[in-house]
């Protein structure tokens, strides 16, 4: 897991790279992600039906979370079919004086 910290109030990309066999970067079969907020609120998404769950190019999906909360951020990808795969990370929110 890698971890970063940002201020609350700001958008924070994730992004996941998904590689073949081979180590080049593909599309798998389908892409799901899910982040927690630090209040243990979930939210899941799938590539293709929602829409903040976006690709930037072959094998490179993001998404843009609005960390309106102070504290621990958990996010995860994964794909099921061809290039089944999966990977999870964390970022955090710093307390605000204001």
Do not use: C, H
């Not at 958008?11 to 892409?31: E, M, Y």
């Not at 290039?83 to 929110?93: D, H, L, N, P, V």
Request: aromatic letters at 16%; glycine letters at 10%.
């Amino acid at each position: 897991m890698a971890t970063n910290s940002y201020y609350k109030g700001q958008k924070v990309t994730v992004t996941a790279l998904f590689k073949n066999s081979a180590g080049t970067l593909a599309d798998p079969s389908a892409v799901y992600a899910q982040y927690q907020n630090p209040s243990n609120e979930e939210t899941s998404l799938q590539y293709g039906v929602d829409d903040a769950l976006g690709k930037s190019a072959v094998g490179t999906y993001y998404i843009d979370i609005d960390a309106n909360e102070s504290g621990t951020w958990y996010y995860r990808f994964y794909s099921t079919g061809t290039g089944q795969a999966a990977s999870e990370g964390y970022f955090t929110i710093a307390e605000s004086e204001f």
